[in-house]
C-alpha cells in the first residue's frame, strides 16, 4: 500500500515543472535557431552525416575538395534516420568494440556511441568510394564462403579489410 503524504508536506514529484518548462522552452529555441519548426521532423536534431559527403564539391580548379557551407549542410543535415541495418558479433568482438568505443570517448573527453563511429565510417566509405572500386577491382573476384563457415568467413573478411585499408590509404585526405 502507498504512503499517504501529510496535508502540509509537499508531495514528492521526481521532475519538477520548472525543469521540464526550461527543458523544452530550450528545446524551442533550438528549433528555431537550426530553422526547423515544430512542424518539421519529429526528430529535428538528428543529423544524418553519411549525406554531409554528398554535398562535398570537388573544386574543379585545383582539385580539391571544399567544405560544405553552413546552408547545405542544414538542408542535408534534416533528414531524419528511419533505417537500422544489424551485423552479429562473437562475445569477444562485442567487448573489443565497447572497449574501443569507450576509449575513443576517454581520449575525446565527449560520449560516443557506437552508431557514431559507424556513422563515421560510412562517410569515410562514401569519400574513398572510387578508390574501393578501383581496388576491388584490382583485387580481381572473391569467393564468399557459406555462413556455417567461420574460418572461410574470417578469411574472406580480412580480404575485404586488404582491399579497405589500401583503398583509404589512398583516398584524398577528408577535409
Known amino acids: 500500500m502507498g504512503k499517504r503524504v501529510a496535508s ?51 573544386d574543379s580548379q585545383n582539385g580539391k575538395f571544399s567544405t560544405p557551407s553552413r546552408d547545405e549542410v542544414k538542408s542535408v543535415a534534416a533528414k ?49 568510394e572510387n578508390e574501393v572500386t578501383k581496388r576491388a577491382q584490382q583485387t580481381g573476384p572473391l569467393r564468399r564462403p557459406p555462413n556455417g563457415d567461420p574460418a572461410g568467413l574470417a578469411q574472406f573478411e580480412h580480404r575485404l579489410a586488404q582491399v579497405l585499408s589500401a583503398a583509404f590509404r589512398e583516398a584524398p585526405p577528408l577535409r
Do not use: W
Open 8 to 58: 502540509d508536506e509537499r508531495p514528492y514529484r521526481p521532475v519538477q515543472e520548472a525543469l521540464v518548462r526550461s527543458i523544452l522552452s530550450h528545446q524551442d529555441a533550438q528549433r528555431e535557431f537550426d530553422g526547423i519548426d515544430q512542424k518539421g521532423s519529429p526528430y529535428p536534431n538528428e543529423v544524418s552525416a553519411l549525406t554531409l559527403t554528398s554535398i562535398d564539391s570537388k
Open 80 to 128: 531524419k534516420l528511419v533505417r537500422e541495418k544489424r551485423v552479429l558479433l562473437t562475445l569477444s568482438e562485442e567487448r573489443e568494440l565497447e572497449r574501443l568505443v569507450n576509449r575513443m570517448a576517454e581520449e575525446l573527453e565527449t560520449p560516443v556511441k557506437l552508431s557514431h563511429l559507424l556513422r563515421a565510417h560510412l562517410i569515410l566509405f562514401r569519400h574513398a
